[in-house]
């Protein structure tokens, strides 16, 4: 089977380093395995959205020659397809409407959801916001990472009826990404550790869902002096672009990666081809890191 990876940026500010190790990795992995490389805007929270930031994300990764295979999917155009699949687990009775508040659950032992509107027989109304809610069928107690190892889940965590439409009308994340990868054909997801909380939740949808469970990757993230995940929320800087070879070395080193001595010489291409043939899996870091490596 062919590998197909991806790269799923949300278009809520320009990509930063951590974001670049993100893409880089995604993409190293993909084409280590002569596999596509895709790439996806998750413009599913208009809220969150900044004006022109998904156009900008395409031209960085362009300009560091990380070029994808398909035509981007946009998210926002895929509303049709979401909502498809939400009737379909509401009418199958595996989904339904919940009204919880954000303070009920607060209360609740570890913050996780006791179920209590599963027996309720909510419907919507013009007065009223309810989200959807996951009726969990299929809870994962255990996965494998291929870079983490064995993750096991807490149970109650793992039984949760979680969201799959938020009570603003929106999509929640783990269910459109659970979609579109699917409907996009990955067979592995490559992605920051942040997310690692959720792959279990997402891979009780697939299986729900009958569908073909994809491998996952976790990288590491790249921390702030303070601790702190780089990220748009915390002001991380933007790349900068006018010199990407010396990017891609400091993100090949964060990963652990081998770096030709050359490199200097190199054109951005050349240093991309010569990653793929040594690129290595398993001397990825397994932890988190601040960024401390300055090439010149």
Known sequence: ??????????PSGPLHFGSLVTALGSYLQAKAYQGKWLVRIED????????GASSLILKTLEIFNLFWDDDVLYQSTCSERYQSVLQSLLSKQQAYYCDCSRQRIHHLTNHIYDGFCRQRNLTPNHQQHLAIRLKQTHPIFEFEDNILGLQTVEPASAQEDFIIHRKDGLFAYNLVVVLDDHQQGITEIVRGADLLPVAAKQISLYQQLGFTVPTYCHLPLVLDHNGNK????????????DNPTSLTIQALQFLGQQIPQDWQDATQQQLLDWAIAHWQLSTIPKQNAVLTTNVR
């Open 1 to 10: 089977m062919c590998y197909i990876g991806r790269f799923a940026p949300s």
């Open 44 to 51: 599913i929270d208009p809220p969150r959205e900044v004006k």
């Open 230 to 241: 780089l990220s748009k929320q915390n002001h991380a800087k933007p790349i900068e672009l």
